[in-house]
């Protein structure tokens, strides 16, 4: 049997070049019986027979009448009878032509049809027909009216093949168009072979917007910890057009149980988003024994984001991961297994607004910081930022900006917080807000530019800064308990600071040009800068001191703003000098045939290559700073990002790790160090295509490598795994199953990190080599993998294998994580298609760990 072409997207014969007759209503048949004009037309001959009535269309036959559009090998209409027949053809390819019937939306395609124009039934043999993604085929079908439809011998498949992979076959339906099916006792076969599964009955929805139903559970084998069980069973609520609901749940043989819920909603051209609540109760061990615990975790997400063509001048986006800190760790559903791997949540809720015509704009901003290690939580309740962009009140007519005066710009901004600092215990309770701390701070400046001798830039500034805060500290000594009391205060204070400077600039180029070779010729940017900062001393003025011990001498200094958002005002006089020093490398490399039109290649060799440091005039003692430098370069085609940083200190120091006024005999010592490289290579750098993915990837290593993986849903009839990328589309390209090119990729990031005080010498903090990837083994099989290797520790960290198989019609997913504390493996085979999506069989082994 030939292909048939989607039966959605045929299009109408053209009948311009055809002979078209046209049957008026009142010349055959009375107006009861034929309600409009009948367009007929036939490719090879038209027979009309008087006697009979009848007229008979041989070769890709058409009629259109009313709402009906028939195409066919031969079509005969009989108007005593008021019916018409249409079939295929018979020739030496087989059977051709089959009739093609659409009425309104509906389309079907089958062996051979019998229509009464009158009643408006049909009698249809060999059925196909579409409704929404299922396939319906039929021996014998009798067509009552438009809604309702009685099939016999009938199956039932999401399959797109003509030889389905498989199907449900029963011997009675009833189909009512765009709206369902429903089914006596059916059997499901695989490649027609029939399986033991056997069902009483069914319905299926075949409506083309999503619909209410519930969610079949996942059985769970579970462990000795929590027994027997099932995830993810519930109910979906579909709501409207815009929201959704989804109700879900986990349930164990000792008592542990959990639920979820989560809504999407989307409006187009004005917002979208979702939200979602997550609770498990989490029980280990068996009740009256020492093993045994209980917990109550949680975790809320929200997630917001505005269309830009909803409020060009305004935005409002949320992003919004807090609960439990414990709540990943000890979570028993497998689909928040690489959460496990994460130690902060964070949250932020933003509103912003540009001010037209005028050049403020605003923010307000509540923030969620949770180190899920500590337990320690920090939040602004809101942050509001009010912003002046750079505006020049010189400037001469047209805005023209060519003097010093003229190139002066001012800028102001505001920021304002409420912080409140808590931990999981406290985490929403009144008492979280006892220790809250509020202020604001107004920050103003100016600067502008000298050009000097062609070659160099002046670049004076001044700045100033006001710091309200409305709560502030007070100490005194106990004498009782000989301890020093601090109380916080409600009330307005405040403190302003300035500081001015200007900072020589220039740049210089040099070139080494070479004769020979491809290379000609490397460029050197050399980009110095020295600055000067002066800044006096704003904080003597507000020292008070407190008695701390049973010495009335004994006196400790303190300022009210000491624990204020903002900070206390700078100690000391600052007059500073600060250098800067910038370098970078590139090389000009002509192409491998000098005789091609080809235009020169600029390479980088050196991305950076920076050095900072400052030395104040006004310190009596370490007057330099730490001398800080980082690097930077792409590799191999900007395959291997390499990334240098780190800091030098002159000075010594002492046996409890002090800096003291006396310099290093060798000048300068390392105190910290830290080396990143990042390097992605696939199969297509080494294929035809390599240029065109190059182009489509864009050039370079990623620096921020995803070597830990996504979440993985067990269920996902797309592969298993979000981030898997494929070479190849399987909607679209055409499956080479033999002799196929096997797809791959391999991402590594490596990084360190070197400490030393100078008291116990150096060490090795972080050290590990990560690395992911994956592999199409064939144009269905594909297999990723993410892991790493701890070479300080000799071990190896987090681990996940992926497998998928794409069966066409099924889809085959299987997750693994092999060892550790998260081993665990979820396995799932099911129907892609959301019709049948509760065909299926998964199977999970959650993670057995010790709450």
Do not use: C
């Amino acid at each position: 049997m030939q292909k048939k072409d989607s039966l959605f997207k045929m299009k109408k014969d053209s009948l311009a070049k055809k002979k078209t007759d046209t049957i008026a209503l009142d010349s055959i048949k009375p107006q009861e019986s034929i309600e409009d004009i009948i367009l007929h037309v036939a490719k090879d001959y038209t027979i009309q027979n008087a006697k009979e009535k009848t007229v008979t269309l041989y070769n890709e036959a058409s009629i259109v009448y009313t709402d009906i559009d028939l195409k066919a090998g031969i079509i005969i209409i009989d108007y005593k009878k008021n019916t018409l027949f249409a079939k295929g053809i018979k020739d030496s390819t087989g059977y051709t032509q089959r009739p093609i019937f659409k009425q309104g939306s509906e389309e079907s395609e089958q062996d051979s049809m019998i229509y009464n124009f009158k009643s408006k039934r049909a009698l249809i043999y060999g059925l196909k027909t579409k409704q929404g993604e299922m396939f319906t085929y039929g021996e014998k079908t009798k067509r009552v009216n438009d809604s309702t439809i009685f099939i016999r011998k009938i199956r039932f498949t999401t399959s797109e093949k003509d030889n389905p992979d498989y199907y449900i076959t029963t011997d009675k339906a009833k189909l009512v168009p765009g709206k369902k099916i429903i089914v006596g006792v059916s059997n499901l076969v695989l490649a027609d072979v029939p399986t033991p599964l056997f069902l009483p009955f069914a319905y299926f929805p075949m409506t083309e917007t999503s619909v209410s139903g519930f969610l079949i559970p996942a059985f769970d084998t579970g462990s000795s910890r929590r027994g027997i069980g099932f995830q993810n069973g519930g109910y979906y609520f579909a709501i409207s057009d815009y929201l959704d609901l989804t109700l879900q749940g986990d349930i164990y043989s000792n008592g542990s149980w959990g639920i979820r819920t989560s809504s999407k909603y989307n409006k187009r051209y004005k917002f979208s988003g979702g939200v979602s609540f997550n609770f498990e109760n989490n029980i280990s061990g068996i009740r009256g024994f020492d093993s045994y615990s209980k917990s109550n975790n949680y975790n809320i997400r929200w997630s917001h984001s505005q269309d830009s063509k909803a409020s060009p001048n305004s935005r409002f986006s949320a992003s919004v991961n807090l609960g439990s800190s414990k709540f990943f760790r000890e979570s028993l559903n497998q689909q928040n297994v690489s959460q496990t791997q994460t130690n902060t949540l964070s949250s932020s809720v933003n509103y912003s607004k540009t001010f037209v015509g005028t050049p403020f704009n605003m923010s307000l901003t509540a923030t969620h910081q949770q180190n899920t290690n500590t337990e320690k939580i920090t939040m602004t309740l809101p942050s509001l930022t009010v912003n002046m962009n750079r505006i020049y009140p010189f400037t001469g007519k047209g805005g023209i900006k060519k003097t010093p005066l003229q190139k002066m710009g001012f800028n102001y901004t505001l920021q304002g917080q409420y912080l409140v600092n808590t931990d999981d215990d406290e985490f929403f309770t009144k008492k979280m807000f006892e220790t809250a701390r509020a202020g604001m701070l107004h920050r103003t400046g100016t600067n502008t530019n000298i050009k000097l001798f062609k070659f160099f830039t002046l670049s004076p500034s001044a700045s100033y800064e006001e710091t309200w805060q409305f709560d502030y500290i007070q100490k005194k000594y106990d004498v009782t308990d000989n301890v020093v009391v601090t109380d916080t205060l409600r009330g307005f204070k405040s403190y302003r600071e300035y500081n001015t400077g200007m900072s020589l600039s220039t740049n210089i180029y040099g070139t080494f040009n070479f004769k020979k070779g491809r290379l000609k010729a490397i460029r050197h940017t050399f980009r110095p800068s020295i600055s000067y900062s002066y800044r006096p001393d704003f904080k003597d003025k507000y020292i008070k001191e407190v008695q701390q011990s049973t010495d009335p001498l004994d006196l400790a200094e303190y300022t009210v703003f000491d624990q204020g958002i903002y900070g206390t005002p700078s100690s000391g006089i600052s007059n500073s000098i600060g250098i800067s020093l910038n370098n970078v490398l590139e090389a000009k490399v002509a192409p491998k045939d000098p005789d091609s039109d080809e235009e020169e290649e600029k390479i980088t060799i050196l991305n950076n290559l920076n050095f900072n440091s400052s030395y104040n005039i006004a310190a009596d003692s370490l007057r330099w700073s730490p001398v800080s430098f980082s690097t930077g370069t792409r590799l191999f085609k900007d395959k291997l990002a390499v990334n240098l940083s780190g800091s030098f200190d002159p000075y010594q120091v002492n046996e409890s790790g002090s800096r003291i006024n006396k310099f290093n005999p060798n000048v300068l010592r390392l105190t910290n160090a830290s080396l990143t490289a990042n390097y992605s290579i696939s199969s297509t750098d080494f294929g035809e295509d390599k240029d065109k993915e190059k182009n489509k990837n864009g050039n370079g290593a990623q620096n921020n490598v995803d070597v830990i993986g996504a979440d993985i849903n067990p269920t996902d009839r797309s592969g298993g795994r979000n981030n898997v990328n494929s070479s190849k589309d399987n909607k679209d390209k055409k499956e080479e199953l033999y002799n196929a090119k096997i797809p791959w990729s391999v991402n590594l990031a490596y990084s360190t990190n070197y400490r030393n005080n100078g008291v116990d010498g150096g060490e090795i903090g972080i050290h590990s080599l990560m690395f992911s990837g994956n592999v199409e083994l064939s144009p269905k099989w594909k297999m990723g993998y993410s892991s790493g290797y701890d070479i300080k520790d000799g071990a190896f960290t987090f681990s996940r294998f992926n497998f998928t198989r794409d069966l066409d019609s099924w889809q085959f997913n299987f997750n693994w994580v092999p060892f550790g504390t998260n081993s665990s493996y979820t396995f799932f085979i099911g129907v892609k298609s959301s019709v049948l999506s509760d065909l299926k069989w998964d199977k999970n082994k959650p993670a057995d760990r010790l709450f």
